[in-house]
């Protein structure tokens, strides 16, 4: 049983008790630390929790709990770390790690000297389908993935810290794209290091510092691109999405919207559809079960079975400065307008690893480009000679 600190009261902290309070009854928030006490008191009348914090330190050092779990604004996540680092608790922490990768290595630097256990709450690589689509990658039944695109997009977050980039660390890229790269870390292989980004980012439409829309490229050192979208203007809801083409194969994912659940209501609903939706009147999209299609169910589960059995959790610290240090280089590269080297303090991964293959001999003289069936049922062949580099092609059965 894990005996919780959940540090804010805010949305990511409703849905995190949700889930744990959902999951494995034998997990239990024990304590919440809010700023204000009316604030904890109605957090905790509302999931049943036995004590309210005001002090962010007595919470962590409390002797009654094990477990930090930090849903607090990004500007307060190295400060909630070190504390729980200290104070010897496994420490958990929601997205972003850090405001950027100075922060997050200070973070990580922290845990692993106090030897706590922790844990990286990247949900979205826990949702059934990725996890599904991870057993897939992980089997070759894509062969080598070589480009992997994420798309996080929505009309923006849902308080005011997250529109001060001082506060925030930046805007949608802090924010989304954290979790498209993890995503696509995930799918092109973790252990394959990330060598080189370029960012393109704008402010289109909202009155702040901050980027509101951005695209990245991110190229890692077998060759393999990610790609990620992010928004905070998008209209429509809460678009979650995901492809990946490998060598083999290929794979697209709708995670939220438009996952094949579409009500119309004349008549409307009222109030709360899914998270950022904007109608809930007309098409409506609504998710069948909200914690577990985002992952919250699934990560909880891997951190909470990690701790007990002390095994490593699928996503931890290290893997949240991995993600800063190529938003970093993203900010970098929007500044530049050139492609930006990922700077690693701390690489554990593979290391000098060559450039996939593209080469697939057909026979002793040519390499094999393609095959395709025509409409008239013949089946082309395009080949590259080896001896003269030059493509021909061939017909099979004609
Ligand atoms: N899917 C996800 O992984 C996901 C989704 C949403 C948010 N998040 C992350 O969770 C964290 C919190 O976001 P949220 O959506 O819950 O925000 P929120 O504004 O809904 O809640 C933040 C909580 O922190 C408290 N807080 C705000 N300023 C504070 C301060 N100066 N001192 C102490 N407490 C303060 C608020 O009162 C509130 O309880 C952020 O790091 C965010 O990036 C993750």
New binding site residues.
């Given amino acids: 049983m894990r005996k919780i600190a959940m540090l804010?009261?805010?949305?990511?902290?409703d849905f995190y008790t949700m889930s744990i309070h959902g999951l494995r009854s034998r997990d239990k928030v024990i304590s919440v630390y809010?700023?204000s006490q009316e604030?904890g008191e109605k957090f905790a009348r509302k999931w049943n929790i036995p004590k309210v914090f005001t002090d962010m330190a007595a919470a962590i050092y409390d002797s009654d709990i094990d477990t930090v779990v930090i849903?607090?604004?990004?500007f307060?996540?190295k400060e909630a770390v070190l504390l729980a680092a200290e104070a010897g608790k496994a420490v958990l922490c929601?997205?972003?790690l850090g405001m950027n990768a100075k922060d997050a290595k200070e973070i990580l630097d922290a845990v692993e000297k106090a030897g706590v256990f922790h844990g990286y709450?990247e949900?979205l690589v826990y949702t059934p389908k990725t996890q599904k689509a991870l057993q897939y990658i992980r089997s070759g039944a894509l062969g080598t993935p070589m480009w992997a695109r994420s798309r996080e997009t929505h009309p923006g977050p849902?308080?005011d810290?997250f529109w001060d980039s001082n506060l925030s660390g930046g805007g949608a890229i802090i924010?989304l794209a954290c979790h498209c790269i993890e995503i696509t870390r995930n799918y092109i292989g973790k252990d394959i290091r990330p060598v080189e980004v370029v960012c393109w980012a704008d402010t289109l439409m909202k009155p702040i510092e901050a980027e509101d829309n951005a695209v990245g490229l991110i190229r890692y050192e077998n060759g393999a691109l990610a790609q990620f979208e992010v928004s905070w203007t998008f209209r429509g809801g809460l678009d979650l999405r995901d492809e990946v083409s490998g060598t083999e194969g290929s794979m697209r994912l709708d995670n939220f919207l438009r996952t094949g659940f579409e009500i119309f209501t004349a008549a409307g609903s009222e109030g709360y559809v899914s998270e950022k939706s904007e109608a809930d009147k007309g098409w409506i999209f609504p998710v069948g079960d909200e914690v577990h299609e985002?992952g919250y169910n699934n990560m909880f589960a891997d951190m909470f079975d990690a701790i007990e059995n002390g095994t490593a959790c699928q996503e931890t610290f290290y893997d949240g400065y991995i993600v800063n240090a190529i938003m970093d280089a993203c900010y970098k590269s929007v500044k530049t307008k050139r492609w930006e080297p990922v700077e690693l303090e701390i690489w554990r991964g593979k290391t000098n690893v060559a450039k996939m293959s593209t080469l697939k001999d057909y026979d002793e003289h040519h390499w094999f480009v393609k095959e395709e069936v025509m409409p008239d049922g013949s089946v082309k062949i395009i080949l590259k000679e080896k001896s003269s580099n030059k493509i021909v092609q061939r017909w099979k059965n004609f």
């Fill in positions: 804010g009261s805010g949305f990511i902290a809010a700023r604030k849903g607090l604004p990004n307060l996540h929601t997205k972003p709450l949900d849902h308080s810290w924010d985002l």
